[in-house]
């Protein structure tokens, strides 16, 4: 009875350790905008390239609206959500989204401070 019950709590423990586990999403990323892209036009062949380490994610954009080289601040994985910052012309713009498996849905929000009206949707995927 007593072995049951520790293989039972073991086997929790595993469960919950694994749900909360971080996603790791370090590599290339491709974009498509839903609705078009920045101004209405076409992701083009914007790539997200991302660094993670822990929790902590960096790196870059090439392409799109900030050029090439943008770089990514404030980023942060906890288990499948994602959120970091790039800044375009003085302007902070806010990326959140979900990761599920080779894909990540992004919400982005373009206005300074990274909480105005305007925003949109990017889906990524693995390259």
Same mark, same amino acid.
């Given at each position: 009875?007593?072995?049951? *019950?520790?293989?039972?709590?073991?086997?929790?423990?595993?469960?919950?350790?694994?749900?909360?586990?971080?996603a790791?999403?370090? $590599?290339?990323w @491709?974009?498509?905008?839903?609705?078009? &892209?920045?101004?209405?036009?076409?992701?083009?062949?914007?790539?997200?390239?991302?660094?993670?380490?822990?929790?902590?994610?960096?790196?870059?954009?090439?392409?799109?609206? $900030?050029?090439?080289?943008?770089?990514?601040?404030?980023? @942060?994985?906890?288990?499948?959500?994602?959120?970091?910052? *790039?800044?375009?012309?003085?302007?902070?713009?806010?990326?959140?989204?979900? *990761?599920? &498996?080779?894909? *990540?849905?992004?919400?982005?929000k373009?206005?300074?401070?990274?909480?105005?009206?305007?925003?949109?949707?990017?889906?990524?995927?693995?390259?």
């Amino acid at each position: 009875m007593r072995n049951n *019950i520790v293989v039972r709590a073991v086997l929790l423990a595993v469960i919950v350790v694994s749900a909360c586990a971080a996603a790791d999403i370090t $590599g290339k990323w @491709k974009a498509t905008f839903e609705g078009g &892209g920045p101004g209405g036009g076409d992701a083009g062949d914007m790539v997200f390239t991302f660094r993670q380490e822990g929790i902590k994610l960096t790196g870059s954009i090439s392409g799109g609206p $900030g050029g090439e080289g943008t770089n990514i601040t404030e980023g @942060k994985v906890e288990g499948n959500n994602v959120s970091f910052v *790039i800044s375009v012309n003085d302007m902070r713009v806010l990326h959140e989204g979900v *990761i599920s &498996g080779n894909e *990540i849905k992004l919400k982005v929000k373009g206005a300074p401070g990274g909480d105005g009206p305007e925003s949109m949707l990017i889906t990524l995927k693995k390259t």
